[in-house]
């Protein structure tokens, strides 16, 4: 019986790939307007290798770029950088259509909610506070609670134990077969794969369940609940 269901946040709950792309886009059109004398194309490939060198959570990485291209950090350029990523971030830091209907019937049908996050605390809540679901859950567990990145059996074991429910009775949904999936069997959980949220074009997953629709939840929990 499934008593918890257990969200993973980034391209699950919200489409933060479409965010992340959307902030940086500004960010280089504003150091562009403000004195930075170089095509967007060697900018934005730039960014995406200081990424993928430190991880999409880096927050130095317009300090970095400018160290890179100027040989000094310009304030002036940064400033701008900084204040066009935040305002596109929270223009376009949206959940995927029908996550809160569906939050809000789980919730009806006495199902607890959890989200296991490998983003950093404060980075996790903001964007939680951000799309207004900073107090809907139970029980979050994120990269600076645990510890451990997933598929490490760590970070849910620990939401399970603050949920207070068996992995048996828990529900994984994630949108990346490797972490989320491999993760939540490991320690017996059901899971969901987040077929919408896919930006690996996964093919093979191994989740009891594929959704391509948050709403479908509702009725895996049904059928799983009998």
Do not use: C
Request: glycine share 6%; no cysteine.
């Amino acid at each position: 019986m499934i008593k918890a269901v257990i969200f993973d946040l980034d391209n699950t709950l919200v489409d933060f790939m479409r965010m992340k792309h959307n902030a940086v886009e500004a960010a280089i059109k504003a150091m562009i307007d403000s004195g930075l004398d170089y095509p967007d194309t060697l900018i934005r490939e730039k960014i995406d290798e200081i990424y993928n060198e430190k991880g999409i959570e880096y927050q130095q990485v317009f300090d970095n770029l400018l160290q890179y291209f100027l040989g000094k950090v310009d304030y002036k350029i940064l400033s701008a950088a900084i204040v066009a990523y935040r305002t596109a971030r929270e223009a376009e830091l949206n959940t995927y259509p029908k996550v809160i209907p569906t939050l809000i019937q789980l919730i009806k049908m006495g199902i607890k909610l959890g989200v296991v996050s490998d983003a950093p605390s404060r980075e996790a809540w903001l964007r939680l506070s951000y799309i207004g679901l900073h107090h809907i859950f139970d029980a979050i567990v994120t990269f600076d609670d645990s510890g451990e990145r997933k598929p490490s059996p760590v970070p849910f074991n620990l939401l399970l134990e603050r949920l207070g429910v068996k992995a048996e009775n828990a529900l994984m949904i994630g949108d990346w077969a490797e972490r989320d999936v491999v993760g939540a069997k490991s320690v017996g959980m059901k899971t969901a794969f987040a077929r919408y949220g896919d930006t690996f074009n996964t093919e093979v997953h191994d989740a009891d369940y594929e959704i391509n629709d948050v709403s479908e939840i509702i009725e895996i929990v049904k059928k799983e609940n009998g």
